[in-house]
């Protein structure tokens, strides 16, 4: 599976959107983008994923460059329920290994 | 609504006693998996499963093992708990990959268990 770097933090003011950028300069044509985030102690949460065009689901929007190497993830309006580390997974569909990388710990501030 | 549930939530035992977590899901998924969560480490795969008698190593698999008889259950058993299996663990379950990709993998609560 493709190698993702992700910033180790960020900030943002609640009510404004959030954007989360990853990169995965390695990725391969068959590698679907992951997102998923971990609010404190609990399980991982599944967010949204996309092979090669946009995303938008009820909880967040996923937008892929269109080279591949790098997306973002927006959650539009952000509360300070969405303070969470996100991950950004880069895999194989039907291969089912996830690997979880460090991720981005989100701080949503009031 | 179908779930996934976790038990123990917290498990404290001692160096060299059997343990095992239990994972129950009741969205009839085929594919199962366990993984342990550490500071600095994030998540890493032990074990999984892709149907009812088939089990797979994963990442972290010495010390551990599981058994799957029914598609609802993945028992993670720690043979004989040692310190280094202090940690969190969760369970995950996932349906078969569709053409889109959509084998998202949803997990429990987890576990969090300290070895003494």
């Known amino acids: 599976d493709a190698k993702t770097t992700q910033p180790p933090s960020m900030d943002c003011a609640e009510g404004r959107a959030a954007n989360l950028p990853c990169n995965h300069s390695?990725?391969?044509?068959?590698?679907?983008v992951y997102w998923y985030r971990q609010i404190h102690s609990q399980g991982p949460q599944y967010i949204i994923h996309?092979?090669?065009n946009n995303e938008t689901n009820e909880m967040a929007s996923l937008i892929i460059t269109e080279d591949r190497k790098s997306s973002t993830l927006i959650l539009p309006h952000a509360t300070l329920r969405d303070t969470a580390v996100y991950y950004c997974?880069?895999?194989?569909?039907?291969?089912?290994?996830?690997?979880f990388g460090p991720g981005t710990r989100l701080s949503v501030l009031p | 609504d179908a779930e996934i549930t976790q038990s123990p939530r917290h498990k404290i035992t001692e160096t060299g006693r059997q343990v095992t977590l239990a994972c129950h899901q009741t969205w009839n998924h085929n594919n199962m998996f366990w993984y342990r969560q550490d500071l600095g480490h994030g998540l890493r795969l032990i074990h999984y499963?892709?149907?009812?008698?088939?089990?797979n190593k994963g990442e972290v698999s010495d010390g551990y093992s599981v058994s799957r008889s029914n598609t609802e259950d993945l028992p993670l058993t720690l043979e004989s708990a040692a310190s280094s299996q202090t940690s969190v663990y969760f369970c995950?379950?996932?349906?078969?990959?569709?053409?889109?990709?959509?084998?998202?993998?949803?997990f429990g609560p987890g576990t969090r268990l300290t070895v003494l």
């Open positions: 995950a379950s996932s349906k078969v990959g569709t053409l889109r990709g959509t084998d998202t993998q949803y």
């Open positions: 390695t990725i391969s044509g068959n590698e679907y």
């Open positions: 499963s892709y149907g009812v008698q088939d089990t």
């Open positions: 996309g092979l090669k």
């Open positions: 997974i880069v895999r194989v569909a039907f291969r089912q290994n996830f690997v």
